[in-house]
């Protein structure tokens, strides 16, 4: 216990900025959610960054809480206990110890000077090689975009942006607030094709967040290139659509 108590107080620096950093990063982030709080429109989701704030809350004093153990530990306890010193050994009684040898330093010989080389002055040709050119390689050129087609301000994609390259899950981000609002869904329309395929369905309305994911990691399924036409389609309840089509390439 004393050992551990001492490796404290000799680490308390920086442990309190273990302490500081965590507490404000957490308390950072229960701010964070506290505005969402306001700005949120389901109660669900209002529940879930309520349960955000006051889990951020409790890591915060834990940091908080951490930095007073460590204060109290370097100030107090280990100023009482102070370090262990050992006791200097006495000779034993009687005995006398032996004298230190110390070598007596020798002279050292002083070397002698080199004798002086003859320089043998010699011109050599050496063959240059002439480097053989490089042909650049030629770059693939992709057929420009079209542009985006998003009329309505009520459904927009915010991300991925219009001829940007895309791979992997690709995260959708953007606005879905349309009147009578029943779902929207993702689509995407190949490259020289008419008809748009259906991806995914999403059953609640989203302003400026996460949309969803489109994953185009099958290079059998998303070839490279483009350009991909991806569309978002919200839907009302009477049936009605509002699109918006975004172009990218796809990269693997």
């Known amino acids: 216990m004393k050992i551990v108590l001492l490796w404290l107080a000799r680490h308390a620096v920086v442990l309190y900025l273990v302490s500081l950093v965590g507490a404000g990063g957490y308390l950072l982030s229960a701010l964070a959610a506290h505005r969402q709080i306001d700005e949120a429109q389901f109660s669900l989701e209002r529940d879930r960054l309520r349960r955000r704030e006051r889990r951020a809350l409790f890591v915060a004093l834990l940091f908080l809480l951490l930095g007073v153990l460590v ?24 005995i006398t110890p032996p004298p230190t040898y110390t070598p007596t330093p020798s002279p050292s010989p002083t070397a002698a000077a080199p004798a002086p080389s003859a320089v043998v ?10 480097p053989t050119p490089v042909e650049p390689t030629a770059t693939p050129t992709l057929p420009p975009p079209p542009p985006p087609d998003c009329p309505s301000p009520d459904v927009q994609i915010v991300l991925p ?11 959708v981000r953007g606005t879905v607030t349309i009147n009578a609002f029943d779902y929207y869904k993702f689509e995407v329309i190949f490259p020289g094709a008419e008809e748009p395929n259906f991806i995914a369905r999403f059953d609640t309305p989203v302003e400026n967040g ?9 290079p059998t399924l998303y070839p490279a290139g483009g350009p991909y036409r991806f569309r978002l389609v919200a839907v009302d309840i009477y049936g009605n659509t509002t699109n918006c089509v975004v172009p990218v390439y796809i990269s693997h």
Not at 77 to 94: C, F, K, N
Not at 123 to 130: C, G, H, I, K, N
Not at 161 to 170: E, I, L, P, Q, Y
Request: no cysteine.
């Open 71 to 94: 204060f109290g530990v370097s100030h107090f306890l280990a100023a009482e206990l102070g370090p262990t010193v050992p006791a200097p050994t006495e000779p034993a009684v009687g």
């Open 210 to 218: 996460l949309l969803g994911y489109w994953d185009v990691s099958d």
């Open 161 to 171: 942006t219009a001829g940007s390259f895309v791979s992997g899950k690709v995260e």
């Open 121 to 130: 002055s010699a011109t050599a040709t050496v063959p240059v090689a002439t």
